[in-house]
């Protein structure tokens, strides 16, 4: 079916045909209309055209009430104050509409497809090769995922790419390494886990990170071998595709504990620009984006100094003819706009990166490979801290393992489960409480401002009070136990019936689903959906607490327009939830 007219885009309308019968001069003029606590909406706009006009805000107000086409949507609509509009919806036209996007047989609750989608390459989840995964994995891949479900739901065409670290100086290390000590490394993959041969390989890069730092015989040949891999020596590449396919058994296993889906195609790491690097340094030399400086290649930004107040050049290829992380980088923007011709490049990388990504995307401007058709942004995140507010670390000053952490909060929140549960089996439980423990991991992440700091709290995450997403998904379990309880009495809707106050709310709310998606798609900012998910089923509890719906059973017709309100809330939890990559489970 087509999508569904909201009510606010319906007064929105209303208002503007009125604005402009009343002042042609106002015919594009934004009513400026808004939620409100003194009515169900308040146009503002009146006040700025009235200062423009020179006339009287109250009474141009006055006016454009009598020009305004009340209808079946707007049941009263008055001037407040010096020229505000307060509007209140009909109770019938709520109910429509409720009706409308629970008959939308498409599952998107009439939302609409956005105007003009474009192709959208989005960059996150970047883990390193022969690297345990920590907790500062943990905010690129959970933001990342879930701009992928918003922006994908909206009709864009969204590109996945995971650029993980598997290039450069540290893998001449550990295959020197590796090469001196074979031993280190005596396992058969196919009788160790994922997660074993991973911790294997960790502690190899550390011995050899150590032996690096502190023996220049070795590190001499460890630099050679970085040249024997850049030049495609057989053994060396051998050994380099040894480490990057086992890291990959590790990536899956732990995105999949995470409930995402990476896929092998999507994962394109630093290497995958290594045929790119030298044309890249070539084209920003001979266009004079990039000048030689004591014999590296350097691109020079008259706002960007050290402490010293010279310039910080963004180095692109090193004296010594080596690359680093720019190259690189520029390399992939080149790769991303006339290959995947993105329209939108997403980089969803840690703050402390934000001054390396201002050079970049400002480099690759003045080459022209980004302009006024293609915009790059870094949708740059805060770190994760412990509940003493500082870095998030082991007891023994640790970084936290990822996979840790997870099977933590895993089982507790099995035990959440566990104590709530009725008739649930053992392995129904464990199904659940994995559900419950991920979703309190991403909840907790997602429901606060990307940009921001936050506190990693366990007991907090699962807890079934406050803004949780256990909190929420006990919310739609909750709804569907009603509706599997209701027996013969089916949702329908009954656009005559009066509404209760706690109806108006939670179906008005219903109805700002699909702005609240749009917006949150287009700021890349899963935070304002998660305030809206949690608003939505804070004002289902209210609306269950006051407007009985089979215990005491009211009227029939009553029974069935309430079933129908509680349908249309768990949809839109359940949909809203899978936007942020978060389970909703039937029962609890």
């Not at 082991?394 to 990822?402: A, F, K, S």
Request: hydrophobic share 40%; net charge negative; with cysteine.
């Amino acid at each position: 079916m087509a999508s569904v007219t909201s009510l606010s885009d319906s007064v929105q309308q209303r208002l503007a045909s009125a604005l402009s019968a009343t002042l042609p001069e106002a015919a594009d003029a934004d009513p400026l209309l808004r939620r409100s606590d003194r009515a169900d909406f308040q146009a503002n706009g009146i006040l700025a055209l009235a200062k423009k006009s020179k006339a009287n805000p109250r009474e141009l107000a006055t006016q454009v009430v009598a020009a305004v086409e009340a209808g079946d949507v707007i049941k009263d609509i008055e001037v407040s104050g010096p020229g505000f509009l307060n509007i209140t919806i009909s109770d019938r036209a709520i109910t429509e509409n409720l009706a409308a996007r629970y008959a939308d047989e498409a599952g998107r609750l009439g939302v609409p497809y956005a105007e003009n989608p474009g192709t959208t390459v989005i960059d996150y989840a970047q883990p390193n090769v022969a690297k345990e995964m920590h907790v500062g994995h943990l905010r690129s891949a959970v933001i990342g995922d879930a701009v992928v479900q918003l922006l994908e739901f909206t009709g864009e065409t969204v590109i996945r790419r995971h650029h993980i670290g598997d290039w450069g100086t540290q893998f001449g290390m550990l295959i020197q390494y590796l090469d001196e000590h074979p031993h280190e490394l005596d396992h058969k993959a196919a009788q160790v886990s994922g997660e074993e041969a991973m911790s294997n390989l960790d502690r190899l890069y550390k011995a050899a990170r150590r032996l690096f730092d502190s023996d220049e015989e070795f590190k001499t040949r460890a630099r050679r071998r970085v040249v024997d891999l850049q030049t495609g020596d057989p053994k060396t590449l051998a050994m380099w595709q040894k480490f990057v396919d086992e890291s990959k058994i590790y990536f899956f296993s732990v995105f999949e504990k995470l409930d995402m889906e990476v896929r092998d195609a999507d994962i394109v790491g630093e290497s995958g620009y290594n045929d790119m690097l030298a044309e890249t340094c070539r084209l920003l030399e001979e266009s004079g984006v990039a000048v030689r400086s004591e014999g590296a290649l350097c691109v020079f930004f008259d706002d960007i100094k050290g402490p010293d107040g010279n310039l910080v050049p963004l180095i692109v290829q090193k004296s010594d003819g080596g690359y680093g992380y720019a190259a690189t980088d520029l390399s992939a923007i080149r790769d991303r706009v006339f290959n995947l011709k993105a329209n939108s490049i997403i980089y969803v990388v840690d703050a402390r990166q934000s001054l390396h990504f201002k050079m970049v995307f400002e480099t690759a401007r003045r080459a022209s490979w980004l302009n006024g058709d293609v915009k790059a942004y870094q949708l740059a995140f805060g770190t994760v801290l412990g509940k003493d507010g500082k870095p998030f670390k082991t007891r023994e000053g640790e970084t936290v393992r990822l996979v840790d952490l997870l099977d933590e909060a895993i089982d507790r929140a099995s035990a959440v489960v566990r104590e709530k549960a009725q008739d649930l089996s053992e392995e129904e439980i464990a199904e659940r409480g994995a559900q419950v423990g991920i979703g309190a991991v991403k909840y907790a992440d997602l429901s606060t401002s990307a940009s921001r700091d936050y506190k990693f709290d366990l007991d907090q995450m699962v807890s079934l009070n406050g803004d949780t997403s256990v909190y929420l998904q006990y919310a739609y379990a909750r709804i569907r136990s009603i509706l599997r309880k209701a027996g013969d009495i089916r949702p329908a809707a009954h656009p005559e019936l009066a509404l209760h106050e706690a109806e108006r709310a939670l179906g008005l709310h219903i109805d700002a689903f699909a702005e609240t998606v749009a917006e949150t798609a287009a700021e890349y900012a899963p935070h304002k959906l998660a305030a809206y998910l949690y608003q939505l089923a804070s004002l289902f509890t209210s609306f269950y607490d006051k407007c009985p719906v089979i215990k005491p059973q009211p009227p029939r017709d009553i029974a069935e327009n309430r079933l129908l309100l509680c349908d249309v809330t768990a949809r839109t939890l359940h949909q809203g939830m899978a936007l942020l990559g978060i389970r909703t489970p039937e029962r609890l």
